[in-house]
């Protein structure tokens, strides 16, 4: 009898001990399948004029990994340049024509996100990372017959600051400041294209890239401040 006791005590305590293991390595399971977070969001500011950016992040992709990964497209309304000059260096001499410009680019951003300690913000973090820059300038003058496009496309880095805000379980309010930097590049317009080596294809008069760069607001420095929303999937 004692030995049947024993048995079925025995054989409890051995279902009891899987049963409790099988809901640990559960529980382990679903921690490791969701460990990796992701977040989508956008944001609203300032990058040398108005920028609208779209990104997604995502975190935790190993353990002791303390690094996010965001990556965002964006466009920015920028400075196309000077008109006069622009015209000079890419077409003719001519001055008829009220002239009109416009400025933009698509920028497309990778950030890591490192956490800090900073000033008690309760989510702060350092960013740095890659851009790439394809912007286009266009001069128009009204009355003159002309209306063309300069364009060029640019690698950069970039560095800053930033801190999340909870303000519901799975939207975040965000700030953040830094400054990018983009590197020279080519500058095509019309027939005509100037590049950092000092090659050019048609150039005008003995202009050079350093007229082209003076004429044109392609990106070099870029201050960033912006603020937006993400939210937590």
């Known amino acids: 009898m004692y030995g049947r006791s024993s048995l079925r005590r025995s054989t409890a305590l051995c279902a009891g001990l899987l049963l409790m293991w099988s809901n640990a390595g559960l529980a382990q399971s679903t921690r490791s399948a969701e460990g990796t977070w992701f977040t989508a969001g956008g944001t609203v500011g300032y990058n040398t004029g108005l920028q609208l950016l779209a990104f997604g992040r995502a975190g935790d992709f190993a353990e002791g990994l303390p690094v996010d990964f965001q990556l965002g497209i964006g466009y920015t309304s920028s400075d196309a340049g000077d008109p006069t000059m622009a015209r000079r260096v890419f077409i003719n001499n001519a001055t008829n024509g009220i002239p009109r410009e416009s400025g933009h680019s698509w920028d497309f951003t990778l950030d890591a996100l490192i956490p800090v300690s900073l000033l008690n913000l309760p989510r702060a973090y350092v960013t740095t ?37 909870a303000v519901s379980p799975r939207m975040d309010l965000m700030f953040g400041l830094g400054l990018d930097y983009y590197f020279s590049s080519t500058l095509t317009g019309h027939d005509t294209a100037y590049s950092p080596d000092g090659t050019a294809v048609n150039p005008r008069e003995d202009y050079g890239y350093g007229d082209a760069d003076a004429a044109v607001g392609q990106p070099k420095f870029r201050p960033r401040l912006a603020t937006g929303l993400q939210y937590h999937f």
Request: a negative charge.
């Open 129 to 165: 990372g890659f851009r790439h820059s394809r912007y286009t300038a266009n001069f128009a003058y009204i009355g003159g017959n002309e209306d063309f496009d300069i364009v060029s496309r640019h690698w950069g880095i970039g560095a800053g600051l930033g801190s999340d805000f």
